[in-house]
């Protein structure tokens, strides 16, 4: 937050879910805390987790795209990335706590997720290129 400029709109619209899930979350990890091997405690925990960084990635999106970013952009878009990375890693969670009654330990590695899912989520990025993250020349040339 430290790093925007002005609050657009979007980003406001997709403050107001994040913050409701942030104050949900003390719900699912009560559940978790009793139940930690139910599949629908891992559920409803990942899901709540998955739900918040996603509305995480849509605030770091919408704050590179729409360029009240103060700071660097593309480091903006990484850490995006990086949290893209991270909700996947919850929604694996997901799926996997129905087959695998000890899938929270993946929780665990969520960081790592991070750190090496971002640069994977990166790359399609740099493929697609943004007008706006394109230098101009400068006129006459």
Not at 26 to 43: D, H
Request: one cysteine or more; proline letters at 11%.
């Amino acid at each position: 937050m430290d790093q925007i400029r002005v609050l657009p709109p979007p980003f406001a619209f997709w403050h107001a879910p994040f913050l409701l899930l942030v104050a949900f979350l003390p719900f699912p990890t009560a559940v978790i805390g009793s139940a930690l091997t139910n599949p629908m405690a891992q559920t409803l925990f990942a899901g709540t987790m998955a739900g918040i960084v996603f509305c995480e990635v849509a605030l770091k999106e919408v704050s590179a795209d729409g360029g009240p970013v103060i700071g660097d952009v593309v480091q903006a878009r990484r850490h995006a990335d990086a949290s893209w990375a991270v909700g996947f890693w919850f929604v694996l969670s997901l799926g996997l706590a129905w087959v695998f009654p000890y899938a929270y330990v993946l929780w665990f590695l969520a960081p790592l997720a991070a750190g090496y899912g971002g640069p994977l989520v990166t790359r399609p990025r740099a493929r697609r290129t943004d007008p706006h993250d394109e230098e101009t020349p400068p006129p006459g040339s």
